[in-house]
């Protein structure tokens, strides 16, 4: 106690000598900022205990994508991109399945696993994307293209997939495309994608619906120009939902789990990101030692930042947002499904 009480009088007379203020006042404000330190994580830790309650109380696994919030990629089971999530949910024997992404991808969780009861982390989580292509757009440009086979990013909602022929991730575009044997690719809803595969795949023609990411085409290649000339020695990836002329600067082109798995792989030290700043969580945590940068403070989805702790717990604690798909369309949109998970 003896020691204690030495170290509070240092404490108190040097931040009396560097502040100039008197040494009576300087403990009343140690306090205070302490308070406002230590309270935020003991809610945390108040709330992560709930979590993992509710987690055995429901028998639920808690799935998270790459670009959720860090403290909700910490109390995940599992984070991955969308296909890894795909694979997962497919699999995965739990009673409720609580998701941590957008609304697409939930629904994608219950189109593959439909004995578990799948919840949504935060009711209004979309993704603007997806929402560019609905089931009528989709006849409309079937229509207009009656010979082509649709291949639809997984960034789609379940009625869209079900009348696609085919689906993809941002892993697996190119490969699906190419093991297609029809030339004539309609590739929806993500042009950007659409164009990085027809730069990648030989022998198809691929026709591009006009959706596009809200946030990876933020980034410009002014942006990633300038970050090079600062970081010459640095590995540019990016996601292949960016620009053209981005992709053109870029080292490697991937998906945001295969971004972990070059960064742990390469010898290089320093990476510029090019993709949505919640996969910076991982890619710090996974390579102790190793430099990450985004290219711009605007590659943000806040759709995915709507999920915090505080609405898992609620989510979980009311069983509520629960996303279900009739299964009529469940059936069909498993079938475009099914033939991805089938090709890689
Ligand atoms: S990052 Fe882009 S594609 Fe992903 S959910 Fe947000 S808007 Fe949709």
Same mark, same amino acid.
């Not at 982390?121 to 979309?126: F, L, P, R």
């Given at each position: 106690m003896a020691k204690i009480l030495k170290k509070v009088a240092l404490v108190q007379k040097w931040a009396s000598i560097s502040s100039g203020m008197p040494s009576c006042c300087i403990i009343p404000l140690l306090t205070v900022a302490n308070i406002f330190v230590t309270l935020p994580s003991m809610v945390s830790r108040r709330l992560e205990e709930q979590i993992a309650e509710l987690k055995e109380k429901l028998g639920a696994v808690i799935v998270a994508h790459n670009y959720q919030r860090p403290e909700v990629q910490d109390i995940a089971d599992f984070v991955g991109d969308s296909l890894e999530l795909a694979r997962r949910c497919a699999e995965v024997r739990a009673e409720t399945i609580v998701f941590c992404g957008v609304d697409f991808m939930a629904e994608t969780a219950a189109i593959l696993n439909p004995d578990a009861t799948v919840l949504l &982390? +935060?009711?209004? +989580?979309?993704c603007p994307m997806a929402a560019m292509i609905d089931g009528d757009k989709l006849r409309e440009w079937k229509n207009r293209y009656p010979k082509a086979t649709v291949v639809a990013y997984v960034n789609t909602t379940a009625e869209v997939k079900a009348g696609s022929d085919i689906c993809c991730t941002s892993a697996n575009a190119v490969q699906v495309v190419q093991s297609l044997p029809n030339e004539e690719i309609l590739f929806i809803p993500d042009k950007h994608l659409g164009h990085y595969v027809s730069t990648r795949v030989s022998g198809k023609r691929i026709i591009l619906y006009p959706g596009y990411c809200i946030a990876h085409v933020r980034l410009r290649a002014e942006e990633v120009r300038l970050a090079k000339e600062h970081h010459p020695e640095a590995k540019v990836l990016v996601h292949p939902e960016c620009r053209e002329e981005v992709i053109e600067l870029a080292d490697a082109v991937l998906s945001t789990s295969q971004m972990v798995r070059y960064a742990k792989e390469s010898p290089a030290k320093t990476f510029l990101i090019g993709t949505e700043e919640g996969l910076l969580h991982r890619l710090h945590k996974e390579n102790p030692g190793k430099k990450f940068y985004l290219l &711009?403070?605007?590659?943000?989805c806040a759709n995915m930042k709507k999920t915090r702790l505080k609405s898992v717990v609620e989510t979980m604690k009311l069983k509520r947002n629960q996303v279900t798909v009739a299964e009529d369309i469940r059936l069909r949109a498993k079938q475009a499904l099914d033939r991805m998970l089938a090709v890689v």
């Open positions: &982390s +935060a009711a209004t +989580a979309c &711009s403070p605007r590659l943000f």
